[in-house]
């Protein structure tokens, strides 16, 4: 079962999800039915259509996407450990591997449901279109982008460079985390993946920085689908004088054509 883990950093990545992505139950239901396209009332029409033809250039698991198995191998210190993974679309992921810490463990469970849940889909007009958007105003345009605002619960902005989502902020709690895209490859057609991006904690008050993460990402087309094949993580903290690296491999992928559990 995939959980959140709190153990080295202010907040997980896959607590990232609760706000960036939807469950797959809402994707199945939001892609049998027309879009919405409404802007919200307060949003400045050209900062809300800037946002959302970047959201809809990501490149997406299809709605046909069921799941998939693979062998994974995580190396932590340059310690190999492999098992296998069966991941299901609106299920928990199964994960087979054996001889890690309940750390190790939390660690590689976290970044896989990022890995997985950054590439669903779903109508921007009832994730984050849902929200006033305009153009932020105290921040000039960057190498990021424009600075576009949510006027959400999270304080939440983006920024957005050649129709693509660049730079997010969020501030849950007492922490807040900017996630900087550093590289992006193409995919399909119109559609991109971020593959070499940052994400740096901070304290909300004092501005204090008090981790950093840098990730860099591949990915394999099989039957069509893009998948993810590697993940390596570079983890910065003040309690280290020395950066942590981490890698995630899958193999021997293969697409399900169902999500019927096995025999």
Same mark, same amino acid.
């Given at each position: 079962?995939?959980?959140?883990? @709190?153990?080295?950093?202010? %907040?997980?990545?896959?607590?990232? @999800?609760?706000?960036?992505?939807?469950?797959?139950?809402?994707?199945?239901?939001?892609?049998?039915?027309?879009?919405?396209?409404?802007?919200?009332? /307060?949003?400045?029409?050209?900062?809300?259509? @800037?946002?959302?033809?970047?959201?809809?250039? !990501?490149?997406?698991?299809?709605?046909?996407?069921?799941?998939?198995?693979?062998?994974?191998?995580?190396?932590?210190? /340059?310690?190999?450990?492999?098992?296998?993974?069966?991941?299901?679309?609106?299920?928990?992921?199964?994960?087979?591997?054996? /001889?890690?810490?309940?750390?190790?463990?939390?660690?590689?469970?976290?970044?896989?449901?990022?890995? %997985?849940?950054?590439?669903?889909?779903?109508?921007?007009?009832?994730?984050?279109?849902?929200?006033?958007?305009?153009?932020?105003?105290?921040?000039?345009?960057?190498?990021?982008?424009?600075?576009?605002?949510?006027?959400?619960?999270?304080?939440?902005?983006?920024?957005?460079?050649?129709?693509?989502?660049?730079?997010?902020?969020?501030?849950?709690?007492?922490?807040?985390?900017?996630?900087?895209?550093?590289?992006? !490859?193409?995919?399909?057609?119109?559609?991109?993946?971020?593959?070499?991006?940052?994400?740096?904690?901070?304290?909300?008050?004092?501005?204090?920085?008090?981790?950093?993460?840098?990730?860099?990402?591949?990915?394999?087309?099989?039957? /069509?689908?893009?998948?993810?094949?590697?993940?390596?993580? %570079?983890?910065?903290?003040?309690?280290?004088?020395?950066?942590?690296? !981490?890698?995630?491999?899958?193999?021997?992928?293969?697409?399900?054509?169902?999500?019927?559990?096995?025999?």
């Amino acid at each position: 079962m995939l959980r959140r883990s @709190l153990a080295t950093f202010p %907040i997980s990545l896959a607590l990232l @999800l609760s706000s960036l992505v939807i469950s797959h139950a809402a994707h199945a239901e939001e892609s049998n039915a027309k879009e919405t396209l409404e802007v919200p009332a /307060g949003a400045d029409k050209e900062a809300w259509l @800037l946002l959302k033809t970047a959201h809809d250039s !990501r490149q997406a698991f299809p709605d046909s996407f069921k799941g998939f198995d693979a062998n994974i191998s995580f190396i932590d210190d /340059g310690k190999k450990v492999d098992g296998k993974l069966e991941y299901r679309s609106g299920k928990d992921a199964k994960i087979e591997l054996d /001889g890690l810490s309940k750390e190790q463990s939390e660690w590689l469970q976290d970044k896989l449901l990022s890995m %997985i849940g950054h590439r669903r889909g779903g109508d921007f007009a009832k994730r984050d279109g849902r929200n006033p958007i305009t153009f932020g105003k105290d921040e000039p345009e960057n190498n990021f982008g424009k600075l576009l605002v949510l006027n959400d619960k999270l304080n939440s902005s983006y920024r957005v460079k050649d129709n693509k989502v660049m730079e997010v902020t969020r501030c849950p709690g007492d922490v807040r985390f900017t996630i900087s895209v550093i590289e992006t !490859r193409v995919a399909d057609p119109g559609k991109y993946l971020a593959n070499h991006f940052a994400v740096s904690y901070r304290d909300k008050k004092t501005n204090a920085l008090s981790a950093v993460e840098a990730f860099r990402d591949s990915y394999k087309q099989i039957d /069509g689908v893009w998948l993810p094949a590697k993940r390596t993580v %570079i983890s910065i903290t003040p309690e280290k004088t020395t950066p942590e690296i !981490r890698q995630i491999l899958l193999s021997e992928v293969k697409l399900v054509s169902d999500d019927k559990p096995k025999d």
